[in-house]
């Protein structure tokens, strides 16, 4: 069996930093509106395996520079002259990006800086938690442009309500931040002043939680989505059983009955 080896990674299109627990990956092309070109999808891929994989990050926040989350797909990469072939396995790495992300074993939080366009509106989708800025907006423009948002669409609807989300992919309209809240989008907006301390406050709250019962827990979230509710309710007893075994949820218990905040290890 390999041992995964953690090597810092340099990154030409995110800027990623660590401080205590929170690890943040920052989408880093402001003057492209933070586009999801085939390079940065895979420093994306790149830099959620270095903080799934680092031992000091309980949480991972996602943003972009500048005031733009994310605008989506760069549309460039439509007008390369490549085989369908290469397109495919380009866009390979998104759906992977998405797989990727559901198998982090970490809580995400999406700070919504400013726009979430398309593959935009994917990111936050995929997100387990999502703060915004109360002049963020929210859309899947690509039927306007003759396409259909076959990458982001079934993360999406895991995500919104059906009708919901059809009405915002037939009509390529944008939502504002107390919309996104409504369907389920985002948890909350907060003005652009308060939105870092919130997110900050936010990620210090779950960097407290068990490692090990927030690993367990995100595992079994996303395994019993495709389950039948008999077979997800005989995996959840299960994954209780294994959860019981680990030092944490002894320590959990203990601090309880001794009044004291509990001293998580993740084991």
Not at 36 to 55: I, M, N, P
Not at 208 to 217: E, T
Request: hydrophobic letters at 45%; proline letters at 4%; glycine letters at 8%.
């Amino acid at each position: 069996m390999t041992r995964h080896i953690l090597e810092p990674v340099e990154f030409k299109h995110l800027l990623y930093g660590r401080r205590d627990a929170v690890a943040t990956i920052t989408i880093n092309r402001p003057d492209n509106r933070n586009a999801l070109g085939t390079d940065t999808v895979k420093e994306l891929r790149q830099a959620f395996d270095q903080a799934k994989h680092d031992e000091a990050v309980r949480v991972i926040v996602l943003t972009g520079a500048g005031t733009v989350f994310c605008a989506g797909a760069d549309l460039q990469g439509f007008r390369l002259e490549i085989s369908e072939l290469d397109r495919y396995f380009q866009r390979r790495n998104l759906a992977d990006l998405f797989l990727e992300m559901t198998e982090l074993g970490k809580p995400t939080i999406a700070r919504v800086n400013g726009h979430a366009l398309a593959g935009g509106f994917g990111l936050v989708a995929a997100c387990d938690l999502a703060i915004a800025s109360d002049g963020a907006q929210f859309g899947m423009p690509e039927v306007n442009v003759g396409v259909w948002p076959m990458m982001i669409m079934a993360i999406v609807f895991r995500n919104v309500p059906r009708k919901a989300g059809m009405e915002l992919m037939l009509t390529g309209k944008r939502i504002d931040a107390g919309e996104a809240v409504r369907i389920g989008l985002i948890n909350r907006h907060v003005p652009p002043a308060q939105l870092d301390a919130e997110v900050d406050a936010l990620a210090a709250e779950l960097a407290k939680k068990s490692p090990i019962g927030m690993r367990l827990g995100l595992e079994a979230f996303y395994r019993m989505q495709d389950m039948s509710f008999p077979s997800a309710i005989a995996y959840l007893q299960d994954q209780l059983a294994l959860l019981g075994l680990s030092e944490d949820l002894k320590e959990g218990v203990t601090a309880f009955f001794e009044k004291r905040e509990p001293r998580f290890t993740g084991k």
